[in-house]
């Protein structure tokens, strides 16, 4: 594992690319050697700007094998960001795949980051990788989650974190079902990178690579499964909504196993995509970045979707306690009893070495070997967990707790609603109440007041939705996720529904 001649077969759909275990480990081994000429030194940090091709894989390969570690950017990211991450990381070298504005390649070298080209290291004389330079407590992977115009939040993984995750997932979930592996999420965070992709193909598996979310992509979902025997692929809610109701299924029967994660998955949509694709075996998979992505999940056998359903820990324990206080870990503090909410904790050998550069924020989420996650769940009389959601996301209506994906799962099981999110509004008297924003079908008065009788159908009146606004698009961040704040942000530069005259 980590060695190039070990990995499996690399290939992208779309382009006809293929590149063999064999091809895998020549392009590691020129890669490696171009780099260490160009300077690149064990524990140097390098960004790579570029993701989601045969290249990248081989440099993050070839990273490892220098002793570097390795830093993926989204791809979308602007030479301000850019720049702003490769400071705070303080970047030996910034890997592009052909040429780099002029203006971010000068400011990266006046700090100190040279620009480097992949399409030229893969045209370097071919030379073997040798043996890794890297010890088991180097840093490997920086993820950056936020702050990319500011304030950076970086994860830092070392080697020894991302084997623990590794192995415990060939432990949890064997090999057999990720014997080709389909890849449609960015190579930029943990859920695409170390999961999806890192986990089947390091240990021999194929991996077929797409570009991240693109329409074309998703429409053509179905043949892309059915013409390369796909057998296992992983995604998240927003890419499901889209395929369930635009692409056609597969046909051939090959795909086995599905993971659904990095957003909540109503029962609904579970319901959806196991009729989609023709199998049962369709699993929300629980991670966190910091966790090295996905930590538990519902492999428990037959079962019927439930909102907020995880299932159990893979490789990792579960504790769910009544204080959400750092101080007071599990052990510490007091227990949730069975079915009861609280703070939702994870103890795991993969847990991050901690944030860069911020003992601050490490020290805020970790004691005693265990990550308070910032999500709120219960553990039921079976061991199961399942989630609520974000403690961040909680709305306060007037003292009681109104959870937004709560009403999301209901919301999105009318007919006709395409996307949603659920965020808080300033109110006058509860001092928060309850915002959804729309992307349907139909807006006309009509569906609206079908739409809001089966709200108050299904949710008590403290969660019923009181501004409504109708969007063309919600935008998402690269990794598929709803920004609340940002859509809220959004939707007070609209108007909202007149719920008062519609109703009236």
């Given at each position: 594992m980590l060695l190039a001649p070990l990995t499996g077969?690399?290939?992208?759909?779309?382009?006809?690319?293929?590149?063999?275990?064999?091809?895998?480990?020549?392009?590691?081994?020129?890669?490696?050697?171009?780099?260490?000429?160009?300077?690149?030194?064990?524990?140097?940090?390098?960004?790579?700007?570029?993701?989601?091709?045969?290249?990248?894989?081989?440099?993050?390969?070839?990273?490892?094998?220098?002793?570097?570690?390795?830093?993926?950017?989204?791809?979308?990211l602007t030479p301000f960001e850019i720049e702003t991450l490769a400071r705070a990381a303080r970047g030996r070298a910034f890997i592009a795949m052909g040429d780099v504005d002029a203006a971010l390649a000068r400011a990266l070298e006046a700090q100190?980051?040279?620009?480097l080209d992949a399409a030229e290291a893969g045209a370097a004389p071919t030379a073997a990788a040798g043996p890794g330079a890297f010890a088991l407590e180097d840093e490997a992977l920086i993820l950056f989650t936020s702050g990319t115009t500011g304030n950076p939040k970086g994860v830092v993984h070392t080697h020894?974190?991302?084997?623990?995750?590794?192995?415990?997932?060939?432990?949890?979930?064997?090999?057999?079902?990720?014997?080709?592996?389909?890849?449609?999420?960015?190579?930029?965070?943990?859920?695409?990178?170390?999961?999806?992709?890192?986990?089947?193909?390091?240990?021999?598996?194929?991996?077929?690579?797409?570009?991240?979310?693109?329409a074309d992509?998703?429409?053509?979902l179905g043949s892309i499964l059915d013409e390369h025997a796909i057998t296992f692929m992983s995604s998240v809610p927003a890419v499901w909504r889209l395929a369930v109701?635009?692409?056609?299924?597969?046909?051939?029967?090959?795909?086995e196993r599905i993971f659904v994660g990095s957003a909540p998955l109503s029962a609904h949509l579970w319901s959806e995509v196991r009729r989609w694709s023709g199998t049962r075996d369709v699993a929300n998979a629980y991670g966190i970045t910091e966790t090295g992505s996905w930590v538990a999940g519902t492999t428990i056998g037959d079962f019927e979707p439930e909102d907020g359903l995880v299932g159990v820990g893979w490789g990792a324990a579960v504790a769910v306690t009544k204080e959400g206080n750092v101080d007071a870990p599990p052990g510490v503090g007091e227990p949730c009893a069975t079915g009861e909410s609280g703070y939702v904790w994870l103890q795991t050998p993969a847990l991050m070495r901690g944030y860069l550069d911020r003992d601050d924020l490490t020290a805020a989420c970790i004691r005693a070997g265990w990550?308070?996650?910032?999500?709120?769940?219960?553990?039921?009389?079976?061991?199961?967990?399942?989630l609520r959601g974000r403690i961040r996301d909680e709305i306060n209506r007037g003292g009681a707790k109104v959870y937004p994906a709560d009403i999301e799962a209901v919301a999105e099981r009318f007919p006709g609603v395409n996307d949603l999110c659920c965020f808080p509004v300033d109110d006058p008297h509860y001092g928060q109440n309850v915002g959804l924003a729309l992307v349907m079908d139909d807006g006309s008065p009509a569906t609206l007041k079908e739409l809001h009788?089966?709200?108050?159908?299904?949710?008590?009146?403290?969660?019923?939705?009181?501004?409504?606004?109708?969007?063309?698009?919600?935008?998402?961040?690269?990794?598929?996720?709803?920004?609340?704040?940002?859509?809220?942000?959004?939707c007070r530069g609209q108007t909202p529904v007149d719920l008062r005259r519609l109703l009236a």
């Open positions: 077969a690399l290939a992208e759909p779309l382009t006809g690319r293929r590149w063999e275990p064999g091809d895998v480990a020549r392009e590691v081994g020129r890669r490696a050697a171009y780099y260490r000429a160009r300077g690149i030194r064990p524990g140097e940090r390098v960004l790579l700007g570029y993701g989601n091709r045969l290249e990248f894989f081989a440099d993050l390969l070839a990273l490892w094998n220098t002793g570097a570690c390795a830093i993926p950017l989204d791809a979308r100190g980051t040279m620009v020894r974190t991302l084997r623990a995750r590794w192995l415990g997932l060939r432990q949890s979930l064997g090999l057999e079902k990720y014997r080709r592996t389909l890849c449609l999420l960015p190579t930029h965070f943990g859920h695409g990178l170390i999961c999806n992709a890192l986990f089947p193909w390091l240990f021999g598996q194929e991996l077929f690579i797409l570009p991240p979310f693109t992509a998703v429409m053509r109701k635009m692409a056609k299924p597969p046909r051939t029967g090959k795909l990550f308070l996650t910032g999500d709120l769940g219960f553990i039921d009389d079976r061991g199961y967990l399942y009788a089966w709200l108050r159908r299904h949710l008590g009146e403290h969660q019923m939705p009181v501004q409504w606004f109708l969007l063309e698009t919600l935008p998402r961040t690269s990794r598929g996720k709803i920004n609340r704040d940002h859509i809220a942000d959004v």
